[in-house]
């Protein structure tokens, strides 16, 4: 298991920057994957970015070359960087854990409470 706690939300203007950051209860170096997803008001939670145990990185196509995630494994902490911010950018984002579950064979899902993020002028 593991506890997650966002933090960094704020309000920006269009063409803005901020940055999040996810803090974990245990390490993370050895969780298959580390999340961030969103969820706009009206609108279903859906994923933004990943990083897994090894570094590797995927992003949805809206946030390319705009949204960067980072990991500091010593920190147990992960992190996004969000620039060029648009006002479609405006949801709760979460951070989740994705850890695999030997004894059922499965990924467990575990979910932070997540953290408001506005863009507007």
């Known amino acids: 298991q593991v506890q997650l706690v966002e933090s960094g939300g704020g309000l920006v203007q269009p063409g803005g920057s901020l940055s999040l950051s996810c803090q974990a209860s245990r390490s993370i170096s050895s969780i298959n994957a580390m999340n961030w997803y969103r969820q706009a008001p009206g609108k279903q939670r859906t994923w933004v970015t990943s990083?897994?145990?090894?570094?590797?990185?995927d992003y949805v196509d809206s946030v390319k070359g705009r949204f960067t995630i980072s990991k500091d494994n010593a920190k147990n902490t992960v992190y996004l960087r969000m620039n060029s911010l648009k006002p479609e950018d405006t949801a709760v984002y979460y951070c989740n854990a994705m850890i695999y579950n030997l004894g059922y064979l499965r990924y467990d899902d575990y979910w932070g409470q997540g953290t408001q993020v506005t863009v507007s002028s």
């Open positions: 990083i897994t145990s090894g570094g590797n990185t």
